[in-house]
C-alpha cells in the first residue's frame, strides 16, 4: 500500500509516516516536495492514496482575494503541484485526506474561500495558532457534526484537538459539508455533502494535525485508520480493475 505526501518540511514528515504506521504497518510513505506538477502527477499515478499535508499558506490569489497576499506566507510552486493533485486524484477516484493546509486547498480547489488571517479577520477568544516561541501547538474542543462520515467512523460527538493554523474555511465549497467545528463557528473538518449517497472517491479533511496527537486520543488514530481502509478498497476494488 503506497501513500503519496504533498510535501513536509523537515523532519515533519517522520510524524505523518509514525502516524501512518502505528495504523497500518506495511505503508509505504512517498514524499513529493520539490517535484512539477507534471511529475507528481506521475508519482500519484502509481500510488493507492494522498494526504495533503500541513505547511505555507495558500496564496489568495487562488479564491480571488490578492488583497491579503501580505498577510500570507505562501508557496505558489506547491499551490500549483497540489491544485494538480487534487484534480488527478478525483480522475483517479484515489483517496483523499487534508491535514491543516490540506484542508484548506482542498476547499479552495473546489470552489471555496479563506480567511487568511484568524487574529485580524475572525474575532475569537480560541486560540488556533502554535505558540510562535515555545512552537507549542494550542489546544481546543471540537464538535463533530451528526450524520456526518467523521463522526461515525471516530464514535464520539466531541473532542479536544491541536491546532497550529492562522487561516480556516471562510466560504464552504458547494460540494462539501462541515463535519466538525469549534464553538467559535470555525469549520474544523470537511467532507463531500453527499458521500453517503456514492458516487464519489473518498475525502476528508480536518484542520488539526492528527500525526500530532498522542495515538490514544480518538481525534488522532481512527482518522488514519479509516483513511487506510479506503486506500485498501481502493487498491484492490478500483485500481486492480483498471
Not at 20 to 30: F, G, I, M, T
Amino acid at each position: 500500500m503506497k501513500i503519496v505526501i504533498s510535501k513536509s518540511e523537515g523532519a515533519n514528515v517522520d510524524n505523518y509516516i509514525n502516524w501512518l504506521k502505528a495504523a497500518r504497518e506495511d505503508v509505504e510513505v512517498v514524499e513529493l516536495g520539490g517535484l512539477t506538477p507534471d511529475d507528481a502527477v506521475e508519482a500519484l499515478k502509481h500510488a493507492d492514496g494522498l494526504l495533503l499535508s500541513g505547511g505555507a499558506d495558500v496564496d489568495p490569489v487562488e479564491y480571488e482575494r490578492e488583497s491579503m497576499r501580505s498577510l500570507c506566507k505562501m508557496d505558489p510552486a506547491r499551490d500549483a503541484m497540489e491544485l494538480a493533485l487534487i484534480h488527478a486524484s478525483r480522475e483517479l477516484r484515489m483517496p483523499v485526506l487534508g491535514i491543516c493546509r490540506g484542508m484548506q486547498i482542498l476547499n479552495v480547489a473546489y470552489g471555496g474561500t479563506l480567511i487568511a488571517d484568524i487574529p485580524s479577520q475572525y474575532p475569537t477568544t480560541i486560540e488556533h495558532r502554535q505558540d510562535a516561541e515555545t512552537k507549542i501547538d494550542a489546544t481546543h474542543g471540537v464538535e463533530l457534526q451528526p450524520g456526518t462520515i467523521l463522526r461515525r467512523f471516530m464514535g464520539v460527538f466531541e473532542g479536544t484537538v491541536n491546532s497550529a493554523h492562522h487561516q480556516c474555511v471562510d466560504q464552504l465549497a458547494d460540494v462539501f459539508t462541515a463535519s466538525a467545528q469549534s464553538s467559535d463557528g470555525i469549520i474544523e473538518a470537511l467532507e463531500w455533502g453527499d458521500a453517503s449517497l456514492g458516487g464519489k472517491p473518498f475525502l476528508y479533511a480536518v484542520q488539526w494535525h492528527p500525526e500530532r496527537l498522542p495515538h490514544d486520543n480518538p481525534m488522532s488514530l481512527p482518522i488514519a485508520q479509516h483513511f487506510l481502509l479506503e486506500v485498501d478498497a481502493y487498491r484492490v476494488l478500483v485500481k486492480s480493475a483498471r
